[in-house]
């Protein structure tokens, strides 16, 4: 079976070619030279650089598949959840492309396929599983008792870790998206020279929470005048991916107390951290569980883990003989539903 998967949740165009579970190709066309002046996406800009790209992007996808529309039998779209205007660009294009070409169209939501990135290079997960998903839209853990069950059982409160560090980094003229500079500039600084008091919900919730880091980061700067050109930047960030990576794995261990599960996912843009991936491999390790990390570039948003979703849904649908249909309905939705 080959399926056509867009996403346009956010700022990358992306399409993807699945012949069954083989990626044949995967375009990811970014936006952040777009949006880099303005320090964060501009949704308006964003929606109308994906209405520019979408055509070129999805040609490229067929042509480097090696594959023409009329061989595709299924197509599946992101519906939700992200910036309505983008959405909606990626729905209508393949909502064209299923009518004309009279195919069933699965809408997907984004979280979730961001999760199915893991499954999609790593076959065999045991269930139950905890999927920590970072990324800068997000922070919310899943707990998932088996294949394509998934349970939300936290989420963050205010800002998503990836928007904290983006946020911080703009404060920092360091560029746009900020976690990978950051990254970069924190690989040599000292992690312990700066303190963040980690944060931790008084409800017994596995909620996350990271305007307070970003607060006390704020702080820090203005108290040590760090800059750009600051002696101590190094060591200041370094000091901030470890305050985000710790606030992180402390919830998932509050959460393991109570979530008895046979294996630990970490997914989303963030996921591309080397310290979080070192870090989660640690944890994983000293709870006595394997722990599965989609590779960097299934990471970021990406089409592919649209499409593997879409097929593990067909495939579970037929298993209960239902029908995948030309949902011509699909709308597009903001937030994790309810
Ligand atoms: O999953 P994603 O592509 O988009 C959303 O669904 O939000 O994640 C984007 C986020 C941004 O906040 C970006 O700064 C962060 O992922 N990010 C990273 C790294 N690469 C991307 N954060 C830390 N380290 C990285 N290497
Ligand atoms: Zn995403």
Avoid: W
Wanted: hydrophobic share 45%; charged share 25%; aromatic share 8%.
């Amino acid at each position: 079976m080959h399926l056509l998967a867009i996403e346009t949740s956010c700022d990358e165009t992306s399409a993807a070619v699945l012949s069954d579970l083989e990626v044949l190709s995967n375009i990811v066309l970014s936006q952040d030279e777009i949006h880099a002046p303005y320090g964060g996406i501009v949704p308006e800009l964003a929606s109308r650089q994906h209405l520019k790209s979408i055509g070129f992007v999805v040609e490229e996808s067929l042509s480097r598949a090696k594959r023409k529309l009329d061989q595709i039998d299924v197509f599946a779209v992101t519906q939700g959840p992200g910036l309505v205007g983008s959405l909606l660009v990626g729905l209508s294009f393949a909502k064209g492309l299923a009518f004309y070409y009279r195919k069933p169209l699965v809408g997907i939501d984004h979280v979730e396929a961001h999760i199915e990135a893991a499954f999609l290079e790593h076959g065999n997960i045991p269930f139950p599983a905890l999927a920590l998903l970072v990324s800068g839209g997000h922070t919310s853990l899943f707990c998932l008792p088996e294949k394509l069950d998934f349970s939300l059982v936290g989420k963050t409160r205010d800002d998503a870790a990836g928007e904290a560090l983006d946020k911080i980094a703009k404060f920092l003229d360091l560029g746009y998206p900020g976690g990978p500079v950051i990254e970069r500039l924190a690989e040599k600084g000292e992690p312990r020279r700066f303190a963040f008091a980690i944060p931790r919900m008084t409800d017994r919730s596995f909620d996350f929470s990271f305007s307070g880091l970003k607060t006390a980061a704020l702080k820090h700067i203005k108290s040590e005048k760090i800059s750009k050109t600051h002696p101590a930047l190094m060591d200041f960030l370094a000091s901030f991916e470890e305050a985000v990576t710790k606030s992180l794995l402390d919830n998932l261990a509050r959460a393991l107390e109570v979530h008895k599960v046979k294996s630990l996912i970490l997914c989303g843009g963030v996921a591309r951290n080397k310290r979080l991936r070192t870090r989660f491999d640690e944890f994983a390790r000293t709870h006595g569980l394997p722990s599965f990390i989609p590779s960097a570039k299934l990471c970021t948003d990406n089409a592919a883990m649209v499409g593997a979703l879409a097929l593990a849904r067909i495939e579970h649908d037929k298993k209960g003989r239902k029908k995948t249909a030309l949902s011509l309905d699909l709308d597009a939705y903001p937030r994790i539903p309810v």
